[in-house]
Every structure is written in structure tokens, then in C-alpha cells.
């Protein structure tokens, strides 16, 4: 079985900043993409960034330039550090891994979500 819990999340005021993490775990073959979704109250769930096996991150435009993500192989964790927070940013934020568990193919994984809340 496989797991992605992610952390992090809570109350800051605009301008703040927060990192969240997000750890997979269970019999884990490979893990290629991870990334991080968000979802707003009445809206539709959107890509924040992804990181590929390569380093290589991708970041949507509402948030580059104040968001960096990054991952450690090692760990199994990705992260999301966050500056210059504004009101919009405040969502759900979900944790995703395309991965391949030890019996079956790559496929996607979420994480439960944690709340990110942007407000004075």
C-alpha cells in the first residue's frame, strides 16, 4: 500500500510564508513525477508546480517567482516552499506522485490534502 501525507499547511497573514512537505511511503519501486494541487472553495483543482525525476520543476504563472518546489530522492518527499503569499493562494493543497509500486504500473497517487489559509 502506498501513502502520500503531506504538512505544513495552516494560517498566515499575506505577504508570509509557509513550506509544505509531503512524504510517500509503502513498497515503492520508483517514484517519477510529484508534485502539488490546489483547490479553492467553488473551483475547479489546479496544478501548482511538479518536479520531475530529473529536477526539473514547472510552476503554474500565478505562482512563479514565490514558489519553489523541490524533492529529496532519498526521503520519498517533495516540498512546496511558499513566499509572498496573497489572499488567492488559499486553497486545499494537494500532494501527487506518479509512481510505480512494487506490484503494479505507474499510476497516480494523491495525498488527503492539507488547508493553506491567507488572510489578515
Known amino acids: 500500500q502506498v501513502n502520500l501525507v503531506e504538512s505544513g499547511g495552516g494560517l498566515v497573514q499575506p505577504g508570509g510564508s509557509l513550506r509544505l512537505s509531503c512524504a510517500a511511503s509503502?513498497?515503492?519501486?520508483?517514484?517519477?513525477?510529484m508534485g502539488w494541487y490546489r483547490q479553492a472553495s467553488g473551483k475547479q483543482r489546479e496544478l501548482v508546480a511538479v518536479?520531475?525525476?530529473?529536477?526539473?520543476?514547472n510552476y503554474a504563472d500565478s505562482v512563479k517567482g514565490r514558489f519553489t518546489i523541490s524533492r529529496d530522492n532519498a526521503k520519498k518527499t517533495v516540498y512546496l516552499q511558499m513566499n509572498s503569499l496573497k489572499p488567492e493562494d488559499t486553497a486545499v493543497y494537494y500532494c501527487?506522485?506518479?509512481?510505480?509500486?512494487?506490484?503494479?504500473?505507474?499510476?497516480?497517487?494523491w495525498g488527503q490534502g492539507t488547508q493553506v489559509t491567507v488572510s489578515s
Open positions: 509503502g513498497t515503492i519501486v520508483s517514484i517519477s513525477a
Open positions: 501527487n506522485a506518479w509512481l510505480r509500486p512494487r506490484y503494479g504500473s505507474y499510476s497516480d497517487y
Open positions: 518536479i520531475t525525476s530529473g529536477d526539473s520543476p
